[in-house]
């Protein structure tokens, strides 16, 4: 792969608990471990940010293929769901949902769209193999 872009992103402090900052200072946040993992949740997690990412990157891929069809994406719009959890042996791993709402869109087309937003999506791509996603499309703003 030749790279396009590369973004550098660092964490300090304690982990969970600790900071994230990207090196242009672009993004900069305090991280807390959510309520339902003991913590505080006065900050962003890293599930946090991994949904907000993988629902934009997936929103830029639906965008592209929409245009290359001329599909209407009026009001269109992706919520991501990252799920944390124990795995049956040691460690954790994550699962991901999204749901893409197209509402201007037949549901047959809107399928379509997805499926190949899904094949072109880095994320997607990072993913796929590695962690459950599932996609559901909806009549409906998410």
Do not use: W
Not at 20 to 47: C, F, H, I, K, Y
Not at 83 to 104: I, N
Request: aromatic share 4%; with cysteine; proline share 4%.
């Amino acid at each position: 792969m030749k790279p396009l872009y590369t973004a550098v992103a660092v964490a300090s402090g304690d982990g969970r608990d600790g900071t994230a900052r990207t090196r242009d200072g672009r993004l900069d946040v305090s991280l807390a471990s959510p309520v339902e993992l003991g913590g505080t949740g006065d900050g962003t997690n890293p599930e946090q940010l991994f949904a907000a990412g993988y629902a934009a990157c997936f929103h830029s891929a639906l965008r592209l293929v929409a245009r290359q069809e001329r599909a209407d994406l009026t009001d269109s719009a992706v919520a991501a769901k990252v799920h944390l959890g124990k795995l049956d042996g040691e460690g954790f791993g994550l699962a991901a949902e999204l749901e893409v709402a197209l509402p201007a869109l037949d549901r047959k087309t809107a399928e379509a769209l997805v499926a190949r937003a899904h094949e072109i999506c880095p994320y997607s791509n990072a993913t796929r193999g590695n962690i459950s996603v599932d996609i559901k499309v909806l009549e409906y703003a998410a």
